[in-house]
C-alpha cells in the first residue's frame, strides 16, 4: 500500500507541475493494479479535470464514492467534477450531501453557496450564506457571498448595506472593498453614492498596497521596428459572456496590427466560445489554479509588455495580481464600468462619450479614450442567427417595448419610468427576459413591483433565458422598440437589439455605466434615440410606441446600418486599440 501512496503522490507532484498527461496513465495502471483504491480514483478524476475531460472525470469521481459511501470529501469532490460536467443539479445536491455529512467544514458550505449562486438559485444561496453566518459570523469570506447573492437577486441595495456593516467591524478588507465597489455601480447616480463609489475605489486601493505592499516598476522592453508588442488579457469571462464577445473582433484581427496577445483564463468552465477565444489568440492559459504570486511570475515569464484587466470588480477578478506589477504596463478595459483603484493600475480605456472631459477626477488610472467607441460588436454566429423580423408593425398588434438586460439593472427608478411609459401608451405590453426569471419567486416579485408602480401584470411578459443562443436572439421578434436601462446601461442588449432589428431608446447620465448607450448609439448613427433626461425619455419612449410608421422606418434596414456602422468595424476598431496599446507602452 505504501508503493500505491508513493503513486499518487507521484501523480499529484506531476500535477502541480503541470504535467497531468504524465499523471494520468501512471494513475490508470494503479487503478488496474488496485480496482478498489477510492484515493487512486479521486486522484484520477482531478487529473482528468485538469485535462478537461469532465465527463470522465466525473465517472471515476463517483467511482471513489461507491468505494467509500458517504465520505465527505469524496462527496465534495464528485459534486466539483459533475459542477466542471455541465450537470448543475446532481451536483448541487452532492455540494448539500457534503455539507451534511461534515457541517464543520467551511470549504464545503462555501463551495455549496458559489454552486446555487451560479445556477441562479439566489434564494437558497442567501439564506445558506445567512446560515453558515451562524456558525461563523462576520467570517471573511462569508460575507462577500451573502453580498454576491444578494447581488445575483437584483438587490443592490441590501448588497451595500451587507458590505457596510462588515466593513464597520473590519473597515482595511479588500475584499469587502471590492464587493462594495462593485455594487456601489447599480445604485441611483446621486452625488452621495457617487462620492461613496469614489471613495469605496480609493480605499479599496489602499487595502490592497497595504496587504501586498507597493508595486515594483519594471523595465519596458525596446519593441524593434515591425515586431509584435505582447499583449495580455486576463479575465474568468473568456466564454459565452459580454467580455468575451467583445473580445473576439479584437482577437480576430490583433496580429494583422502588431499585437501578439496571450489570454489568461481565470476560471475552469469552457464552453464553444473558450474555444473560439483559444483559436485565435497567440497563447492561452488556464490560470484559475495560480496563486497571485504564481501568476505574477508566470505573465512575467510571458514578457507581456501590457497586461489588461477585463473584470474591474466583478467575480472571478485578479486585481492583486495588478498590485504586484506583472507587467510593466497595466491597464483596465470592457469587463467593469468604473475605475479599480489600484495603486498600480496605469490606465483605463474608455471613449469620448463614456468619459468626456471632467471623468479624469473620478478615476485613480489615466484615461486612454479610444475615438468613437471603446468596443467592437461582432454577433457570435451571425450564419446561425435568425433574420430580424419585419420592420413594419401590423395595426392589429399591440406595440411591444422590451428589455433584455439583467434584473440588477431594472432598479425602482427604472420600473417607475417604464410604468410612466405604459400609461401613455395604453395599448402597449412590456417584455422583460432575463437570466433571473428562471425562478418563480423571483417572477413574482418582479410582478409585484411593476404592480406597486401601477402597471396592469397582463400587460407585463416576463421571459426565462432561452437555451440556445438563436433562440434567445428570435426573442426579439417579440420586441418592436427597446428601452435601456439607467444608470447602468445595457451594452450586449443593445448591440444585439440593434443587430436584431429593434432601435433602443437610451437616457443619458453623468458616469460611465450611464454613458455606454451614448457611446453605442454614436457609433450606431442613432444619436437622435438619446434623451437628456429622465422625462425626455419617457417622452422619446411614448412618441416613438405611438408613431408606428416612424418607428417602422427606423426599424427598416437596422441591421444592415448597424453593421456598416463603426459600431462593427473590426478592423478600423483593432487598429485604433493597437495604437492606444504602442502609446501607452511608450509612456
Not at 220 to 242: E, M, W
Not at 326 to 351: H, S, W
Request: charged letters at 25%.
Amino acid at each position: 500500500m505504501s508503493n500505491a501512496w508513493s503513486k499518487i503522490e507521484r501523480a499529484r507532484a506531476l500535477l502541480e507541475q503541470g504535467k497531468p498527461d504524465q499523471a494520468e496513465p501512471l494513475l490508470r495502471r494503479l487503478i488496474q493494479q488496485l480496482p478498489r483504491s477510492a484515493d487512486a480514483h479521486s486522484a484520477l478524476s482531478i487529473v482528468l479535470a485538469a485535462l478537461r475531460k469532465h465527463d470522465q472525470a466525473a465517472y471515476f469521481a463517483r467511482a471513489a464514492l461507491a468505494l467509500v459511501p458517504d465520505n465527505p470529501g469524496l462527496t465534495l469532490n464528485l459534486a466539483a467534477m459533475l459542477w466542471a460536467a455541465g450537470k448543475q443539479d446532481e451536483s448541487i445536491e452532492h455540494f448539500a450531501r457534503a455539507a451534511e455529512l461534515d457541517p464543520a467544514r467551511l470549504e464545503t458550505r462555501l463551495a455549496l453557496l458559489d454552486a446555487l449562486r451560479e445556477s441562479r438559485r439566489f434564494a437558497r444561496a442567501e439564506a445558506g450564506a445567512l446560515e453558515a453566518l451562524q456558525r461563523w459570523p462576520d467570517h471573511p469570506e462569508l460575507v462577500p457571498r451573502l453580498a454576491a447573492a444578494q447581488i445575483a437577486d437584483s438587490r443592490p441595495e441590501a448588497a451595500a448595506d451587507t458590505a457596510r456593516r462588515a466593513l464597520v467591524r473590519d473597515p482595511a478588507n479588500h475584499n469587502l472593498l471590492s464587493v462594495l465597489a462593485h455594487v456601489l455601480n447599480y445604485l441611483p447616480d446621486t452625488d452621495p453614492h457617487r462620492r461613496e463609489s469614489l471613495d469605496a475605489h480609493r480605499r479599496y486601493g489602499a487595502a490592497l498596497r497595504a496587504a501586498l505592499g507597493p508595486g515594483p516598476t519594471l523595465p519596458r522592453r525596446a519593441v524593434p521596428p515591425g515586431q509584435p508588442l505582447r499583449v495580455g488579457l486576463l479575465s474568468p469571462d473568456f466564454r459565452a459572456h459580454p467580455v468575451a464577445i467583445f473580445s473576439l473582433p479584437l482577437l480576430t484581427h490583433a496580429r494583422a496590427e502588431g499585437l501578439d496577445i496571450t489570454c489568461y483564463m481565470n476560471l475552469e468552465r469552457s464552453d464553444p466560445v473558450t474555444e473560439r477565444t483559444r483559436a485565435l489568440a497567440s497563447r492561452f492559459r488556464q490560470v484559475e489554479s495560480l496563486s497571485t504570486e504564481a501568476l505574477r511570475d508566470r505573465i512575467r515569464a510571458d514578457g507581456i509588455d501590457i497586461l489588461i484587466d477585463l473584470s474591474g470588480h466583478t467575480q472571478g477578478h485578479r486585481l492583486a495580481v495588478f498590485q504586484t506589477r506583472a507587467a510593466p504596463v497595466q491597464a483596465t478595459y470592457l469587463g467593469y464600468p468604473n475605475t479599480t483603484g489600484v495603486e498600480t493600475m496605469d490606465f483605463r480605456i474608455v471613449d469620448p462619450h463614456t468619459d468626456p472631459p471632467g471623468a479624469d477626477r473620478d478615476c485613480t488610472e489615466r484615461l486612454v479614450r479610444l475615438d468613437p467607441c471603446f468596443i467592437c460588436y461582432a454577433p457570435l454566429d451571425p450564419d446561425a442567427a435568425p433574420p430580424p423580423a419585419p420592420a413594419a408593425i401590423p395595426a392589429h398588434e399591440p406595440v411591444r417595448l422590451g428589455s433584455f438586460n439583467t434584473l440588477l439593472k431594472i432598479t425602482d427608478d427604472v420600473i417607475a419610468a417604464w410604468a410612466a411609459i405604459l400609461a401613455r401608451v395604453p395599448d402597449a405590453t412590456l417584455v422583460i427576459k432575463n437570466h433571473a426569471l428562471t425562478e418563480d419567486d423571483c417572477r413574482a416579485r418582479v410582478r409585484d413591483r411593476f404592480v406597486a408602480a401601477g402597471v396592469d401584470p397582463v400587460r407585463l411578459e416576463l421571459a426565462p433565458p432561452a437555451r440556445l443562443y438563436a433562440d434567445h436572439l428570435r426573442a426579439y421578434h417579440r420586441v418592436h422598440l427597446a428601452l435601456d436601462t439607467f444608470p447602468y446601461n445595457g451594452t450586449t442588449t443593445t448591440c444585439e437589439a440593434l443587430w436584431m432589428g429593434v432601435p433602443v431608446v437610451g437616457l443619458v447620465g453623468r458616469i460611465h455605466a450611464a454613458r455606454v448607450g451614448v457611446s453605442l448609439l454614436h457609433a450606431a448613427g442613432l444619436s437622435q434615440l438619446l434623451a437628456p433626461d429622465r422625462d425626455a425619455y419617457i417622452a422619446l419612449a411614448a412618441a416613438l410606441a405611438t408613431d408606428r410608421p416612424r418607428l417602422s422606418a427606423l426599424r427598416e434596414g437596422l441591421r444592415e446600418r448597424t453593421l456598416a456602422s463603426p459600431l462593427c468595424d473590426a478592423r478600423a476598431f483593432t487598429r485604433r486599440f493597437a495604437r492606444a496599446c504602442r502609446d501607452m507602452h511608450a509612456g
